[in-house]
């Protein structure tokens, strides 16, 4: 019994280590000279940025600027309430609701746990719904009633609250509501483009609550992401097609897809947004005009589905021949080949590729504030031309900068998510 107490009480304690952070800290920045030298200058670099920007943020500049033309930067110049008829932004506001509820339930669905995601749902939409009360009770702005801040902040809460409940029904419902989930998504797109356009040929303001808004009217953000979504959803089964059209043994098609590709990968988008805006209607029956909105549409999707093919294509020719030929050894034709082995390989090898171009094409669409569009950086330029804020440079293309970098870094989280979902780069 002695031996055995006296053996327990030799055994020593871990020897203590000093904090973590500062023994990361003497590990990783400080371990030598040359090191600790390097991280003093850069400590003094972003001390003085940090000063200079924190100082310009908080007393010089101008940020009245943007909540006196958020509708601007958001919806462009989209009919709000004319001559004391229907206000039409509750179109738009409908199509977001329906968003926060298809992505609630989606996420229900296809995510095994779903809690954390809960809290990201609740938590950024409380904080942007707390972003316009603070700046009224801070600022003190004569021309913004309170009103119209507790209206805005309680719709932001009402689209959190719906999407939460979107998540816990999908999550009650689980699989059963997976084919409901993709015919929604389907079926979202078409709707919304009713609802922004409406019904009819001409605008009338004595036709509510669904009259026709010409695209005219449509601006800001609202413009940005449709133009986006349009070249991605047209432009990736094209791009797919030409890959395919490239890689074909037919002569005609062949020749087709190589000169398509090679000449619009050779011409700036920039000109064809031009010739959208001049030259398209020329090419159509007399008569027969589209719209500029329209114009611009087409070139975009036309110009990112030949970046497309050439990705589509190396993810081709990365599938080894093996695939081929162990799909034709159990009897599959050429058709059934390429659409159940080796394409879908093909577009799961280059998921990276595609969605670093669909974030390009997002910041491409900006170009077409050059043709007369008014997207983002077409308002963000009227706004900073209006004498009563000029000087404001700054303030507005640092604010449309935000949202260029929250929809492309979602899309880049996202394909991170769908990476790790197939497993790509996992052999």
């Known amino acids: 019994m002695t031996t055995h107490t006296s053996s327990r009480s030799e055994i020593l304690p871990p020897p203590l280590e000093r904090s973590a952070v500062l023994g990361w800290l003497v590990k990783n920045l400080f371990n030598t000279w040359y090191n600790a030298l390097l991280t003093l200058l850069t400590l003094a ?10 100082t310009w943020a908080f007393t010089d500049a101008r940020w009245d600027v943007i909540p006196n033309n958020m509708r601007l930067f958001f919806v462009g110049q989209y009919p709000s309430a004319i001559a004391g008829q229907t206000d039409y932004i509750w179109r738009l506001g409908l199509c977001v609701y329906l968003l926060a509820a298809l992505i609630g339930l989606t996420w229900g669905v296809r995510v095994k746990y779903p809690e954390p995601v809960g809290l990201v749902l609740v938590g950024i939409p409380v904080v942007l ?10 600022a003190r702005p004569a021309e913004t009633p309170l009103g119209d801040v507790l209206t805005t902040a309680v719709q932001i809460l009402a689209m959190d609250v719906i999407a939460i409940v979107g998540l816990y029904i999908g999550k009650w419902r689980g699989d059963r ?28 303001v004595q036709e509510a609550p669904l009259a026709a808004i010409p695209t005219r009217f449509w601006g800001g953000l609202l413009l940005s992401l449709l133009l986006s979504i349009v070249g991605i959803v ?22 087709f897809s190589v000169l398509y590709i090679e000449f619009i990968r050779g011409v700036p ?34 110009f990112s589905a030949a970046y497309l093919a050439e990705n589509v294509r190396g993810g081709l020719q990365s599938i080894p021949k093996g695939q081929y030929e162990a799909a034709y050894a159990l009897g599959l034709n050429g058709f059934k080949t390429m659409i159940f082995i080796i394409l879908p390989q093909a577009l799961r090898a280059v998921i990276p590729v595609i969605v670093g171009q669909f974030i390009g094409l997002f910041k491409d669409t900006s170009l077409v504030a050059i043709v007369g569009l008014l997207d983002l950086l077409g308002i963000a330029r009227g706004v900073i031309a209006n004498p009563d804020y000029i000087g404001t440079q700054r303030e507005v293309f640092l604010f449309i900068s935000v949202f260029y970098f929250v929809f492309s870094y979602a899309l880049a989280y996202t394909s991170r998510r769908l990476e790790t979902a197939l497993g790509v780069g996992i052999r």
């Open 45 to 54: 670099v972003v001390y003085f940025v940090l000063r200079g920007t924190l």
């Open 129 to 138: 719904a707390l972003i316009p009360v603070l700046y009224f009770f801070i």
């Open 177 to 204: 509501f997976k084919r409901l989930t993709n015919v929604l998504w389907i079926m979202y797109f078409p709707l919304v483009i009713l609802l922004i356009r409406g019904f009819g040929e001409n605008f009338d």
């Open 234 to 255: 047209f432009s990736f089964p094209l791009g797919v097609m030409l890959a395919l059209g490239r890689q074909s043994k037919l002569p005609v098609m062949r020749t």
């Open 269 to 302: 988008l920039i000109s064809l947004l031009f010739m959208g805006q001049v030259m398209l209607n020329l090419f159509l029956p007399s008569g027969i005009t589209l719209d500029r909105v329209l114009r611009a549409m087409v070139p975009i999707t036309l």
